[in-house]
C-alpha cells in the first residue's frame, strides 16, 4: 500500500500577490462555428467573458484537453447544450485570477489557481480567459507548471469520483481498470492503488511498465489478452472503454463477483447496461463528473505530496487544437494532452 498520510494544508504565507493588469477587451481563443470534424477549429480574436456574482475570472496559462472537447466538436457530448456559436470548447485550465467576486475571496487577484469552466452554458479555457464558477478552483499545485496542472481537474476529479466516493476504493477490494493508461484511468489507478485496492489495469504492452509504477499489481494488454482471463471475483469494474471497442462493457460482468459493481464511463455506447447487469446478478451505474474546488484542493495536496503524479503525453500551442484533438481521438493518449495558452 502507497499510503502516505496528508500533512494538514499550510497556512496562507501573507505574500504579497501582484495584482494582474486588468484584462484587454479582447482575446485569442480558438473557437467553433459549428459542428464537425478538426478542421472546424480556428482561431479568433473574440471578447474576453465577464464574470457575474460569484463567478472568477482567470488568465488562462494551459488549458487541458479531453475526450468530451473532441466529442462535443464532433457533434455529440454537450455539443447540444452550447448556447451560441462561435463557441470557445474547454473545461481544464491552470492560470492566475484576474477578477475575484469579492475582497475576501480566498483565492484574491494574482493567485495561481487550477479548476473546470462552466462550459458549455459560458465560453470555455481554449482562450486567453475563461470564467469559472468560484466553486470549481483550487490553489495550483505549487510542485506543478501550469502546464502539468492544466491535466489534472476534469480527468482526475471524475477519477475520484468514480474511485473513491462510488467504489469507496479500500484495502483488499479488487478492481478492474479499463484504460488505465489513459487521461481518467492514470489518476483511477493512482487513487485505487493509494486506497489499498488490488489493481487490475487494461493497457497497450508498451504502457505495462507505467501502469506498475502507478500502482497496478496486474496489468493485461487489452491487445493480446482477453481480461477475462487474468480477473476474476473483481469487487468493482470500471470502464473507461465502453462497448464501443471489443464489447469490454458488456463482457466485464462476467468478471465481476456476485454482487459486484460496474462503472459505465463513458455515455451511450451500451444503452442496457442496467438491465444487462442487473440480469447478470450484478449492480451498474453511470457516472459524471462533479467540479468540486474542495475536493481539487485535496487533490493538488496529494499532487504536491508526491503520492500522485499527473503524466502529460503531449503539449500543443493553443493554434493548435485541431492538432490536439486528432491526437485524443486517435485514442492511445497516455496520461494527458494539454494546450499551452500564454506564458506564465
Ligand atoms: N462521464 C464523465 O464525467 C466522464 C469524464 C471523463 C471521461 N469520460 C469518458 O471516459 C472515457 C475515457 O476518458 P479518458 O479521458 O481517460 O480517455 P483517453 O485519455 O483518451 O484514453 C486513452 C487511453 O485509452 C486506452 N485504450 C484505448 N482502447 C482501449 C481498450 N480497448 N482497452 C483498454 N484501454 C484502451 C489507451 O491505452 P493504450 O494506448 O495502452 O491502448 C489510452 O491510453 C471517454 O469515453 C470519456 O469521454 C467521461
Same mark, same amino acid.
Given at each position: ?64 484537453? /479531453? ?67 468560484? @466553486? ?106 465502453? /462497448? ?16 459486484? @459493481? ?83
Amino acid at each position: 500500500m502507497r499510503f502516505r498520510p496528508l500533512r494538514p494544508e499550510p497556512a496562507p504565507t501573507g505574500t504579497v500577490l501582484t495584482p494582474p493588469a486588468a484584462p484587454p477587451a479582447r482575446m485569442r481563443a480558438q473557437v467553433l462555428d459549428a459542428v464537425g470534424d478538426t478542421a472546424v477549429l480556428r482561431p479568433a480574436e473574440v471578447e474576453v467573458p465577464a464574470p457575474a456574482l460569484s463567478e472568477v475570472l482567470v488568465r488562462v496559462v494551459a488549458a487541458g484537453v /479531453n475526450q468530451i472537447d473532441a466529442k462535443t466538436r464532433t457533434g455529440a457530448g454537450v455539443s447540444g447544450q452550447i448556447c451560441h456559436y462561435p463557441a470557445t470548447l474547454g473545461y481544464d485550465f491552470s492560470g492566475v485570477v484576474v477578477k475575484a467576486p469579492f475582497e475576501a475571496y480566498p483565492f484574491p487577484p494574482g493567485t495561481e489557481v487550477f479548476g473546470m469552466s462552466a462550459f458549455p452554458r459560458s465560453p470555455g479555457s481554449y482562450a486567453e480567459y475563461v470564467v469559472a464558477p468560484a @466553486l470549481s478552483i483550487a490553489r495550483k499545485p505549487a510542485s506543478l507548471s501550469h502546464v502539468e496542472a492544466a491535466g489534472v481537474p476534469l480527468a482526475a476529479l471524475t477519477a475520484w469520483g468514480i474511485v473513491v466516493e462510488t467504489a469507496l476504493a479500500h484495502e483488499g477490494q479488487r478492481i478492474l481498470i479499463h484504460a488505465g493508461s489513459g487521461g481518467v484511468g492514470h489518476f483511477a489507478v493512482q487513487f485505487a492503488a493509494y486506497f489499498g485496492a488490488h489493481v487490475i489495469a487494461t493497457g497497450s504492452a508498451r504502457n505495462a511498465h507505467w501502469l506498475r509504477d502507478l500502482g497496478a499489481a496486474v496489468v493485461v494488454d487489452h491487445s493480446t489478452q482477453r481480461f477475462e482471463e487474468v480477473a476474476t471475483e473483481v469487487d468493482v469494474v470500471i470502464d473507461l472503454v465502453g /462497448n464501443d471497442s471489443a464489447q469490454t462493457g458488456t463482457r466485464s460482468l462476467a468478471v465481476l463477483r456476485p454482487g459486484g @459493481l460496474l462503472i459505465e464511463v463513458p455515455r451511450g455506447t451500451w444503452p442496457g447496461f442496467t438491465e444487462d447487469a442487473a440480469a447478470a446478478g450484478v449492480r451498474a451505474t453511470g457516472y459524471t463528473v462533479i467540479p468540486d474546488g474542495g475536493v481539487l484542493a485535496t487533490i493538488a495536496r496529494l499532487l504536491d505530496s508526491g503520492a500522485v503524479q499527473v503524466y502529460i503525453d503531449r503539449v500543443f500551442d493553443l493554434a493548435d487544437a485541431a492538432d490536439a484533438h486528432a491526437e485524443l481521438e486517435r485514442g492511445h493518449a497516455r496520461g494527458k494532452v494539454v494546450l499551452r495558452v500564454s506564458d506564465d
